[in-house]
Nanobody
Framework: VQLQASGGGSVQAGGSLRLSCAAS????????MGWFRQAPGKEREFVAA????????SHADSVKGRFTISRDNAKNTVYLQMNSLKPDDTAVYYC??????????????????WGQGTLVTVSS
């Protein structure tokens, strides 16, 4: 599976962005999809994940109520809608694909495939 993330950019605090991650291959619906982010000098952290069918989602506490993950299996694409952005959200955002259990969806090491990252910069 190859992943291509897009949609990053520069916004002011309070603004919105929608990230997209397009996947190649015919088995997209068999993967748990996740979004992670990494700010300068910090470790990569979990942001959100969505199960194979889209029936289950999970969001980190730091983004809950502001970010929403979704997927469209017909388009082989996962999205991250980001609202009420804060300067602390500034990071490179990565999408990732996992065939491991949903129970481990917040753990970066269970994800096999990663996109190239897209930069989100939020100014105050």
């Amino acid at each position: 599976v190859q992943l291509q993330a897009s949609g990053g950019g520069s916004v002011q605090a309070g603004g919105s962005l929608r990230l997209s991650c397009a996947a190649s291959g015919r088995t997209f619906s068999s993967y748990v999809m996740g979004w992670f982010r990494q700010a300068p000098g910090k470790e990569r952290e979990f942001v959100a994940a969505v199960s194979w069918s889209g029936a289950s989602t999970s969001h980190a506490d730091s983004v809950k109520g502001r970010f929403t993950i979704s997927r469209d299996n017909a388009k082989n694409t996962v999205y991250l809608q980001m609202n009420s952005l804060k300067p602390d959200d500034t990071a490179v955002y990565y999408c990732a694909a996992s065939r491991n259990s949903w129970m481990a969806h917040s753990t970066p090491t269970v994800y096999t495939y990663w996109g190239q990252g897209t930069l989100v910069t939020v100014s105050s």
